[in-house]
Protein backbone atom coordinates (compact mmCIF):
# COMPACT_ATOMS: atom_id res chain seq x y z
CA UNK A 1 0.00 0.00 0.00
CA UNK A 2 1.58 3.34 -1.05
CA UNK A 3 2.52 5.27 1.76
CA UNK A 4 2.73 9.60 1.41
CA UNK A 5 6.44 8.68 1.11
CA UNK A 6 6.33 6.82 -1.78
CA UNK A 7 3.94 9.92 -3.12
CA UNK A 8 6.96 12.47 -2.07
CA UNK A 9 9.69 10.08 -4.00
CA UNK A 10 7.56 9.48 -6.93
CA UNK A 11 6.64 13.61 -7.51
CA UNK A 12 10.55 14.67 -6.63
CA UNK A 13 9.09 16.62 -3.99
CA UNK A 14 9.57 16.76 0.24
CA UNK A 15 7.00 15.31 2.69
CA UNK A 16 6.31 18.31 3.81
CA UNK A 17 5.31 19.34 0.19
CA UNK A 18 2.24 16.72 -0.54
CA UNK A 19 1.31 17.07 2.90
CA UNK A 20 0.93 21.09 1.79
CA UNK A 21 -0.88 20.11 -0.70
CA UNK A 22 -3.22 17.75 0.92
CA UNK A 23 -4.14 20.37 3.80
CA UNK A 24 -4.04 23.53 2.20
CA UNK A 25 -2.39 25.13 5.11
CA UNK A 26 0.50 26.57 2.65
CA UNK A 27 0.56 27.39 -1.06
CA UNK A 28 1.94 24.80 -3.21
CA UNK A 29 2.57 25.85 -7.15
CA UNK A 30 -0.24 24.36 -9.95
CA UNK A 31 2.69 22.39 -11.16
CA UNK A 32 3.85 21.13 -8.42
CA UNK A 33 0.39 19.79 -7.38
CA UNK A 34 -0.40 18.00 -10.22
CA UNK A 35 3.06 16.57 -10.12
CA UNK A 36 1.25 15.25 -6.91
CA UNK A 37 -2.03 14.13 -8.00
CA UNK A 38 -0.22 12.46 -10.70
CA UNK A 39 2.23 11.04 -8.23
CA UNK A 40 -1.20 9.65 -6.31
CA UNK A 41 -2.74 8.64 -9.29
CA UNK A 42 0.13 5.99 -10.21
CA UNK A 43 0.67 4.84 -6.95
CA UNK A 44 -3.08 4.48 -6.27
CA UNK A 45 -2.81 6.68 -3.02
CA UNK A 46 -5.58 7.44 -1.18
CA UNK A 47 -5.33 10.34 1.30
CA UNK A 48 -7.11 9.53 4.59
CA UNK A 49 -10.14 11.32 5.51
CA UNK A 50 -8.75 13.84 7.76
CA UNK A 51 -6.27 15.14 5.06
CA UNK A 52 -9.05 15.32 2.43
CA UNK A 53 -10.98 17.29 4.99
CA UNK A 54 -8.54 19.81 5.31
CA UNK A 55 -7.96 20.42 2.17
CA UNK A 56 -11.35 21.08 0.87
CA UNK A 57 -11.96 22.38 4.41
CA UNK A 58 -15.08 20.53 5.18
CA UNK A 59 -14.48 16.74 7.45
CA UNK A 60 -16.98 14.47 4.93
CA UNK A 61 -18.09 13.19 8.27
CA UNK A 62 -21.55 13.45 9.23
CA UNK A 63 -22.64 13.20 12.82
CA UNK A 64 -26.01 10.79 13.78
CA UNK A 65 -26.92 12.13 17.57
CA UNK A 66 -28.64 8.59 18.81
CA UNK A 67 -28.55 7.88 22.57
CA UNK A 68 -27.43 4.22 21.47
CA UNK A 69 -25.90 3.28 24.89
CA UNK A 70 -29.39 3.62 26.85
CA UNK A 71 -31.28 2.92 23.95
CA UNK A 72 -29.58 0.43 22.28
CA UNK A 73 -30.53 -0.12 18.27
CA UNK A 74 -33.89 -2.02 18.17
CA UNK A 75 -34.70 -3.39 14.89
CA UNK A 76 -36.52 -0.12 13.71
CA UNK A 77 -33.68 1.87 14.74
CA UNK A 78 -31.21 -0.52 13.06
CA UNK A 79 -32.98 0.04 9.03
CA UNK A 80 -32.65 3.66 10.03
CA UNK A 81 -29.19 3.64 10.66
CA UNK A 82 -28.21 0.97 8.00
CA UNK A 83 -29.72 2.97 5.31
CA UNK A 84 -28.46 6.58 6.51
CA UNK A 85 -25.27 4.86 6.75
CA UNK A 86 -24.83 3.31 3.03
CA UNK A 87 -26.28 6.51 1.62
CA UNK A 88 -23.47 8.65 3.32
CA UNK A 89 -21.41 6.71 1.75
CA UNK A 90 -22.71 6.31 -1.80
CA UNK A 91 -22.17 10.32 -1.41
CA UNK A 92 -18.60 10.36 0.01
CA UNK A 93 -19.18 10.76 3.45
CA UNK A 94 -18.67 9.16 6.58
CA UNK A 95 -21.49 8.52 9.14
CA UNK A 96 -20.45 8.41 12.90
CA UNK A 97 -22.14 7.91 16.12
CA UNK A 98 -22.68 10.97 18.79
CA UNK A 99 -24.27 9.28 21.46
CA UNK A 100 -25.81 11.93 23.23
CA UNK A 101 -28.88 12.65 25.53
CA UNK A 102 -31.01 15.54 24.99
CA UNK A 103 -29.44 16.73 28.41
CA UNK A 104 -26.23 16.83 26.79
CA UNK A 105 -26.32 19.90 24.65
CA UNK A 106 -23.52 20.90 25.93
CA UNK A 107 -21.50 18.06 24.41
CA UNK A 108 -22.84 18.68 21.19
CA UNK A 109 -21.98 22.49 21.26
CA UNK A 110 -18.24 21.64 22.10
CA UNK A 111 -17.78 18.92 19.11
CA UNK A 112 -19.60 21.34 16.52
CA UNK A 113 -17.33 23.93 17.38
CA UNK A 114 -14.31 21.89 16.69
CA UNK A 115 -15.20 21.55 13.23
CA UNK A 116 -16.04 17.86 13.76
CA UNK A 117 -19.01 16.93 11.59
CA UNK A 118 -19.96 18.99 8.03
CA UNK A 119 -23.75 18.17 9.47
CA UNK A 120 -25.49 16.33 12.02
CA UNK A 121 -28.60 13.75 11.37
CA UNK A 122 -30.76 14.18 15.06
CA UNK A 123 -32.93 11.49 16.69
CA UNK A 124 -34.42 10.97 19.76
CA UNK A 125 -35.95 14.31 19.35
CA UNK A 126 -37.78 16.04 22.42
CA UNK A 127 -40.65 18.74 21.96
CA UNK A 128 -38.17 21.14 23.27
CA UNK A 129 -34.99 20.15 22.51
CA UNK A 130 -31.76 21.86 23.59
CA UNK A 131 -29.72 19.97 21.34
CA UNK A 132 -31.51 21.65 18.32
CA UNK A 133 -31.24 25.29 19.69
CA UNK A 134 -27.22 24.44 19.96
CA UNK A 135 -27.07 23.67 16.12
CA UNK A 136 -29.38 26.67 15.62
CA UNK A 137 -27.04 28.88 17.54
CA UNK A 138 -24.25 27.26 15.92
CA UNK A 139 -25.18 27.60 12.31
CA UNK A 140 -24.04 23.82 11.94
CA UNK A 141 -26.33 22.08 9.30
CA UNK A 142 -28.79 19.46 10.66
CA UNK A 143 -32.04 17.47 10.11
CA UNK A 144 -34.12 16.14 12.66
CA UNK A 145 -35.33 12.58 12.34
CA UNK A 146 -38.70 13.80 14.37
CA UNK A 147 -40.12 17.03 15.40
CA UNK A 148 -40.11 19.83 17.79
CA UNK A 149 -42.75 21.47 19.32
CA UNK A 150 -42.55 24.13 16.70
CA UNK A 151 -41.07 23.43 12.72
CA UNK A 152 -41.16 26.21 11.57
CA UNK A 153 -37.56 26.77 9.02
CA UNK A 154 -36.34 23.38 10.95
CA UNK A 155 -35.47 20.56 8.73
CA UNK A 156 -36.73 17.25 9.30
CA UNK A 157 -38.41 13.83 8.07
CA UNK A 158 -40.38 12.03 10.45
CA UNK A 159 -43.25 9.25 10.57
CA UNK A 160 -46.74 10.19 10.09
CA UNK A 161 -47.89 9.73 13.39
CA UNK A 162 -51.77 11.29 12.95
CA UNK A 163 -51.89 9.29 9.35
CA UNK A 164 -50.49 5.52 11.38
CA UNK A 165 -52.72 5.86 14.27
CA UNK A 166 -56.03 6.83 12.04
CA UNK A 167 -54.91 3.92 9.52
CA UNK A 168 -54.07 1.70 12.58
CA UNK A 169 -57.80 2.53 14.53
CA UNK A 170 -59.56 1.86 11.11
CA UNK A 171 -58.12 -1.62 10.23
CA UNK A 172 -59.60 -2.32 13.90
CA UNK A 173 -62.86 -0.50 13.32
CA UNK A 174 -63.34 -2.73 10.34
CA UNK A 175 -63.12 -5.67 11.86
CA UNK A 176 -65.88 -4.99 14.62
CA UNK A 177 -63.54 -3.61 17.14
CA UNK A 178 -65.16 -1.18 19.31
CA UNK A 179 -63.20 -1.07 22.62
CA UNK A 180 -58.99 -0.93 21.59
CA UNK A 181 -56.51 0.31 24.16
CA UNK A 182 -53.08 2.06 23.10
CA UNK A 183 -49.84 0.60 25.00
CA UNK A 184 -47.84 3.50 24.89
CA UNK A 185 -43.70 4.84 25.52
CA UNK A 186 -43.19 5.28 29.29
CA UNK A 187 -44.28 8.46 30.68
CA UNK A 188 -40.47 8.64 31.67
CA UNK A 189 -40.01 9.56 27.68
CA UNK A 190 -43.50 11.88 28.36
CA UNK A 191 -41.24 13.78 31.11
CA UNK A 192 -38.39 13.94 29.01
CA UNK A 193 -40.72 15.50 25.80
CA UNK A 194 -40.23 12.70 24.24
CA UNK A 195 -41.83 13.72 20.65
CA UNK A 196 -43.49 10.45 19.55
CA UNK A 197 -44.91 9.36 22.78
CA UNK A 198 -46.97 12.93 22.99
CA UNK A 199 -47.77 12.23 18.93
CA UNK A 200 -49.17 8.46 18.84
CA UNK A 201 -51.08 9.49 21.83
CA UNK A 202 -52.66 12.66 20.25
CA UNK A 203 -53.20 10.78 16.97
CA UNK A 204 -54.73 7.38 18.46
CA UNK A 205 -57.23 9.50 21.07
CA UNK A 206 -58.47 11.73 17.81
CA UNK A 207 -58.71 8.70 15.78
CA UNK A 208 -60.94 7.03 18.43
CA UNK A 209 -63.08 10.24 18.78
CA UNK A 210 -63.37 10.25 15.28
CA UNK A 211 -65.42 7.09 15.18
CA UNK A 212 -67.45 7.91 18.40
CA UNK A 213 -64.89 5.35 20.32
CA UNK A 214 -63.72 6.34 23.73
CA UNK A 215 -59.86 5.95 24.00
CA UNK A 216 -57.89 4.55 26.47
CA UNK A 217 -54.11 4.81 26.42
CA UNK A 218 -51.23 3.69 28.97
CA UNK A 219 -48.03 4.61 29.20
CA UNK A 220 -45.95 2.13 29.51
CA UNK A 221 -42.23 1.11 30.91
CA UNK A 222 -39.97 0.02 28.26
CA UNK A 223 -39.62 -3.78 29.82
CA UNK A 224 -41.91 -7.31 29.61
CA UNK A 225 -43.11 -6.90 32.97
CA UNK A 226 -44.30 -3.60 32.17
CA UNK A 227 -46.19 -5.10 29.41
CA UNK A 228 -47.65 -7.71 31.76
CA UNK A 229 -49.09 -5.12 34.69
CA UNK A 230 -50.62 -3.38 31.49
CA UNK A 231 -53.14 -5.67 30.55
CA UNK A 232 -54.10 -6.64 34.26
CA UNK A 233 -54.33 -2.21 34.51
CA UNK A 234 -56.23 -1.77 31.53
CA UNK A 235 -58.69 -5.03 31.11
CA UNK A 236 -59.41 -3.91 34.96
CA UNK A 237 -60.26 -0.55 33.30
CA UNK A 238 -62.12 -1.68 30.57
CA UNK A 239 -63.07 -5.63 30.47
CA UNK A 240 -64.73 -5.42 26.93
CA UNK A 241 -61.18 -4.59 25.55
CA UNK A 242 -61.07 -7.00 22.30
CA UNK A 243 -57.49 -5.09 20.80
CA UNK A 244 -54.53 -3.75 22.04
CA UNK A 245 -52.71 -0.82 19.65
CA UNK A 246 -49.10 -1.05 21.12
CA UNK A 247 -45.75 1.35 20.14
CA UNK A 248 -43.36 0.07 22.99
CA UNK A 249 -41.77 -2.81 21.51
CA UNK A 250 -40.29 -4.70 24.28
CA UNK A 251 -43.25 -4.00 26.30
CA UNK A 252 -45.49 -5.64 23.84
CA UNK A 253 -43.68 -9.22 24.54
CA UNK A 254 -44.82 -9.06 28.43
CA UNK A 255 -48.22 -8.27 26.76
CA UNK A 256 -48.59 -11.07 24.90
CA UNK A 257 -47.39 -13.25 26.92
CA UNK A 258 -49.32 -12.09 30.09
CA UNK A 259 -52.62 -12.62 27.43
CA UNK A 260 -51.45 -16.18 27.28
CA UNK A 261 -51.19 -16.83 30.66
CA UNK A 262 -54.42 -15.95 31.19
CA UNK A 263 -55.80 -18.24 28.90
CA UNK A 264 -56.93 -15.23 26.30
CA UNK A 265 -56.43 -16.60 22.81
CA UNK A 266 -54.54 -14.62 20.64
CA UNK A 267 -56.39 -12.82 17.81
CA UNK A 268 -59.45 -15.07 18.67
CA UNK A 269 -59.71 -13.38 21.95
CA UNK A 270 -57.77 -10.47 21.54
CA UNK A 271 -55.92 -8.78 18.58
CA UNK A 272 -52.48 -7.03 18.90
CA UNK A 273 -51.69 -4.40 16.36
CA UNK A 274 -48.20 -3.52 16.97
CA UNK A 275 -47.41 0.23 14.67
CA UNK A 276 -44.00 2.22 14.53
CA UNK A 277 -41.88 -1.29 13.95
CA UNK A 278 -40.70 -3.86 11.52
CA UNK A 279 -42.14 -7.09 10.91
CA UNK A 280 -38.79 -8.82 11.95
CA UNK A 281 -39.68 -7.38 15.18
CA UNK A 282 -42.96 -9.04 14.57
CA UNK A 283 -41.65 -12.09 14.32
CA UNK A 284 -40.04 -12.85 17.30
CA UNK A 285 -43.64 -13.10 18.82
CA UNK A 286 -45.74 -16.01 18.76
CA UNK A 287 -48.03 -15.84 17.31
CA UNK A 288 -46.11 -13.27 14.85
CA UNK A 289 -47.45 -9.78 15.14
CA UNK A 290 -49.61 -7.69 12.81
CA UNK A 291 -47.65 -4.48 12.20
CA UNK A 292 -47.69 -1.23 11.44
CA UNK A 293 -43.90 -0.74 9.89
CA UNK A 294 -41.78 1.94 10.56
CA UNK A 295 -40.60 3.54 7.27
CA UNK A 296 -36.94 3.59 9.18
CA UNK A 297 -34.83 2.53 5.90
CA UNK A 298 -36.75 5.35 3.53
CA UNK A 299 -36.04 8.09 6.66
CA UNK A 300 -32.60 7.33 7.00
CA UNK A 301 -32.08 7.75 3.02
CA UNK A 302 -34.33 10.64 2.91
CA UNK A 303 -32.55 12.25 6.07
CA UNK A 304 -28.99 12.04 4.94
CA UNK A 305 -30.47 13.73 1.11
CA UNK A 306 -31.99 16.17 3.37
CA UNK A 307 -29.20 17.14 5.64
CA UNK A 308 -26.62 16.83 2.29
CA UNK A 309 -28.87 19.26 0.64
CA UNK A 310 -28.39 22.11 3.25
CA UNK A 311 -24.22 21.20 3.84
CA UNK A 312 -23.97 21.42 -0.25
CA UNK A 313 -25.57 24.42 -1.70
CA UNK A 314 -25.17 22.86 -5.51
CA UNK A 315 -27.75 19.84 -4.05
CA UNK A 316 -31.16 20.73 -4.91
CA UNK A 317 -33.24 21.28 -1.84
CA UNK A 318 -35.88 19.02 -0.04
CA UNK A 319 -39.03 19.74 1.33
CA UNK A 320 -39.60 18.38 5.34
CA UNK A 321 -41.16 15.21 4.78
CA UNK A 322 -43.54 12.65 6.58
CA UNK A 323 -44.29 9.00 5.80
CA UNK A 324 -46.86 7.16 7.33
CA UNK A 325 -46.37 3.22 8.74
CA UNK A 326 -47.40 0.59 6.35
CA UNK A 327 -49.55 -2.59 7.83
CA UNK A 328 -47.68 -5.57 7.49
CA UNK A 329 -50.23 -8.42 8.23
CA UNK A 330 -49.10 -11.27 10.64
CA UNK A 331 -51.31 -13.54 12.59
CA UNK A 332 -52.23 -11.19 15.47
CA UNK A 333 -55.25 -9.50 14.22
CA UNK A 334 -58.66 -10.58 13.52
CA UNK A 335 -62.08 -9.55 13.85
CA UNK A 336 -63.16 -8.87 17.35
CA UNK A 337 -64.84 -11.65 19.29
CA UNK A 338 -68.10 -11.94 18.50
CA UNK A 339 -68.33 -9.47 15.75
CA UNK A 340 -68.35 -9.95 11.99
CA UNK A 341 -66.67 -6.93 9.88
CA UNK A 342 -70.16 -6.03 8.68
CA UNK A 343 -71.97 -6.33 12.03
CA UNK A 344 -75.22 -3.71 10.76
CA UNK A 345 -73.93 -1.72 14.14
CA UNK A 346 -70.69 -0.30 12.75
CA UNK A 347 -69.86 2.55 13.61
CA UNK A 348 -69.80 4.89 10.20
CA UNK A 349 -66.21 5.50 8.71
CA UNK A 350 -65.49 9.32 9.61
CA UNK A 351 -61.67 10.41 8.10
Not at 69 to 97: P, W
Not at 119 to 128: I, K, R, T
Not at 190 to 215: C, I
Request: charge should be negative; proline fraction near 7%.
Amino acid sequence: MATMQDVARRAQVSLSTVSYALSGTRPVSDATRRRIEDAMSELGYQPNAMARGLASRRSHVLALIYPAMEKGLGGTVAEFVSSAAETARENGYHLVLWPFRTTQAPEVRDLVRQGMADGVLLMEVALDDDRVDVLDEAGVPYTMIGRTRDVTDRPSVDIDFERTTDDAVQHLVDLGHRHVALVNHSQATADDGYAPTFRAEEGFEAAMRRRGLEPIALRVDESPRAGRDAVATLLEREPRLTAFVTMNEIATFGVVAELQQRGVAIPTDMSILSIVTSPGVGEMSNPPLTTMHAPGAELGRLGVQKLLSLVDGSRPSTPNVLIPCVLEPGSSVAPAAGRAPDDDDREPEAR
